[in-house]
């Protein structure tokens, strides 16, 4: 067990559709980090967070979304949904406080997300 | 442009016999190089990890790595692989201040009783 938590486990929706996936991250750290797992881009940056600021985009879609909260978890929203998001979604935190080895990236079990 | 390449998708071997798996990175310079390891169904979890210093990286699960500057390489091994090793291995590197990952594409560890 990481200490990263994401919820749901499982995600089932309809093209067009929105949806919010949820990250906490473990206690103490600052920065969250959001992936995309697919069969045909393989393990993808999407976006990283930093004690909430966003600090760093990689191929994120503009239909994609995501925010830091006080309390520090994050979420990831993907709205006018397409069958080719489907995927697994994963979050990582990290202590980021500048040390090499504070940013060492702990995942989370990850969300399934299936459109139909 | 930053990259992460495992060149073998699939590799089988023989519970028991040791095991190399191949990771290549292109930088301008020297990034922070990883290694995961996911089971199916699961997340990733990290095997070892390599900033700077000694070549040589000792992992959990009795993995190692080497880091080679002149082959721009990052090898996982392990001497005697057990059923329980059967999972996908990634290799990912991390060179901004950002600390993002890049990862390759994966490759899938198969065990033969």
């Known amino acids: 067990d990481s200490g990263v938590t994401q919820t749901p486990k499982h995600l089932i929706t309809a093209t067009g559709q929105r949806v919010t996936l949820r990250c906490s991250p473990r206690s103490g750290d600052l920065s969250v980090y959001w992936y995309q797992q697919s069969l045909d881009q393989g393990l993808q940056f999407l976006i990283q967070?930093?004690?909430?600021?966003?600090?760093a985009k990689g191929n994120i879609l503009e239909r994609f979304s995501a925010q830091q909260f006080p309390d520090l978890h994050s979420e990831l929203n993907l709205s006018s949904l397409e069958l080719g998001d489907s995927a697994l979604y994963f979050c990582?935190?990290?202590?980021?406080?500048?040390?090499?080895?504070?940013?060492?990236?702990?995942f989370g079990p990850g969300t399934r997300l299936t459109v139909l | 442009a930053q990259s992460v390449t495992q060149p073998d998708i699939h590799i089988t071997v023989s519970e028991g016999a040791s095991l190399e798996l191949r990771c290549n990175y292109s930088?301008?310079?020297?990034?922070?190089l990883f290694w995961y390891v996911q089971s199916p169904g699961q997340g990733l979890q990290l095997l070892l990890k390599?900033?700077?210093?000694?070549?040589l990286v000792q992992g959990i699960k009795g993995f190692e790595a080497e880091f080679k500057r002149s082959q721009s390489s990052f090898n996982l091994r392990k001497p005697s692989v057990h059923w329980s090793d059967a999972a996908e291995y990634f290799c990912a590197g991390s060179m901004d201040s950002s600390y993002k990952l890049i990862f390759g594409s994966g490759t899938r560890l198969l065990v033969r009783p």
């Open positions: 990582a935190s990290s202590v980021s406080s500048g040390g090499l080895s504070d940013n060492e990236q702990f």
């Open positions: 390599y900033f700077s210093g000694d070549t």
């Open positions: 967070y930093y004690n909430g600021e966003e600090r």
């Open positions: 930088y301008g310079a020297t990034p922070y």
